[in-house]
């Protein structure tokens, strides 16, 4: 399948001009292209959805700008002036033709659908990696770079890793590939060996506020504040949160959370049903994955006797309760517990509804003792 059919969504990446908040990878990058030894593979670590696409891409098109390299000198013989920024026009023919994925010498490695059954692979096919090797025997079309953006590597299976892995090792002159990873430390030692690494951390409060008055502007103050909680200094989070109603979303679950040791069955089971139907996979799993995020902040707070900052009113009661209520070390084991239910539902597709009812009765039974 042709790359121009794949990840056509206007908020991916290869359509983002903006960064925020990472300025210091970003002067890392053009000072390693300024100083005419830039390293051939990059590892773009850190936290999902913090950037690190984004920022490949905007690498990537400043490369893919720079024709046949960095020039030395001017018509006088002086040095010409190089950019400040990585950014690039988006006006800018090289912008569109990486947004519309029509540059000849630009690569992206990403899961694909199965051509027999049309449905997004879970992995990065060993096919799509082989494809490398035959991009970069070419000579750049437009004299300068060429470059290949592996997202993300966390989704390599062992066959296409170890074929990464042949052309990390023998890289090609003039070429760059730039690997996103979630969880470097799961990458092949070998791969990890033979990157520069630069490890993206996730935005600070400021620069999350800047990204969210750009980004989601229609958020009341009420809903920004939670929603900047939840995210934790990712943009990418911030933004699925907002789609999918996080604030409602959350709300129903704290009171839930909040009833754990009184009656509330017939609450829960429309909260459960309610969630195996919401919006595709994407609600559910939000659902899931705020009720793990929160046991993580349980837990913290029984930990360390100190509650975070309420996210709404009243979170800090129901925090404060269940934490007295059983230690830390109980409250992740159900955590841990839930993490198994969830995935086991998702390998054998368990009724949805049956996942979350377990998940709360495993809750239910830490009260229990």
Known sequence: MSDRLLSLDPAHPRFTAELFGHEAAEAELLGAYRSGRLAHAWLLAGPPGIGKATLAYRFARFLLGQGAGLPTAGLFGGPIPVAETLAID???????RVAGM???????????????????????????VRRMPEFFSKTAAEGGWRVAIVDAADELNRSSANALLKIVEEPPARSVILIV?????????????????LVLKPLEVEAMRAFMAQRLPELDAATRDLVLGLAEGSPGRAMGLAEQDAAALFGELLALLG???????????????ALGK????GGYRLGLGLLDWWLARLARAGATGALPPELVAGE????GRLASAAGADRWLAAREEIARLAARGEAVNLDRKQVVLSAFSVLGGVLRG
Request: aromatic share 2%; glycine share 10%; hydrophobic share 35%.
């Open 102 to 128: 029509g540059h000849g010498d630009l690569l992206t490695i990403e899961r694909t659908p199965n051509p027999r059954t049309g449905k997004m692979r879970k992995e990065i096919a060993v096919e799509d």
């Open 181 to 197: 990873a979630h969880a470097p430390g799961s990458l092949l030692p070998t791969i990890r060996s033979r990157c520069r690494r």
């Open 259 to 273: 009833g754990l040791q009184g009656h509330q069955v017939s609450a829960l089971h429309r909260f459960a049903e």
């Open 278 to 281: 919401r919006a595709g996979d």
């Open 90 to 96: 988006p006006a800018s023919a090289i912008f569109r």
């Open 316 to 319: 800090g009661e129901v925090l």
